[in-house]
């Protein structure tokens, strides 16, 4: 059985800094992802990243985040810096696995405050 666990969110001043982590286990993935979604809003990507390291991030959060990932704990981080308050967002972390189905967590609430 799949489980997807995250942490780590929170609130925090503008200017400040997170880290997001999210635990897997029950199955090997292919892809890790962070994705986000404020109120009245569609969920969008964050950040992603393959097996083989390769990173995708959304424009807005570029030069701030950063994606990273544990193989050895099947654990993927997103590191959160200069937060913004239009960063205020649930969370939610991805994990596709290599038959390309999707596991999402429960959400993670990151708020912002201005």
């Known amino acids: 059985q799949v489980q997807v666990v995250e942490s780590g969110g929170g609130l925090v001043q503008a200017g400040g800094s997170l880290r997001l982590s999210c635990a897997v286990s029950?199955?090997?993935?292919?892809?890790m992802a962070w994705y986000r979604q404020a109120p009245g809003k569609q969920r969008e990507l964050v950040a992603g990243?393959?097996?083989?390291?390769?990173?995708d991030y959304a424009d807005s959060v570029k030069g701030r985040f950063t994606i990273s990932r544990d193989y050895a704990k099947n654990t993927v981080y997103l590191q959160m810096n200069s937060l913004k308050p239009e960063d205020t967002a649930v969370y939610y972390c991805?994990?596709?696995?290599?038959?390309?189905?999707?596991?999402w967590g429960q959400g993670t609430q990151v708020t912002v405050s201005s």
């Open positions: 991805d994990a596709r696995n290599l038959g390309g189905r999707d596991y």
């Open positions: 029950g199955s090997i993935f292919d892809y």
């Open positions: 990243i393959g097996r083989g390291g390769s990173r």
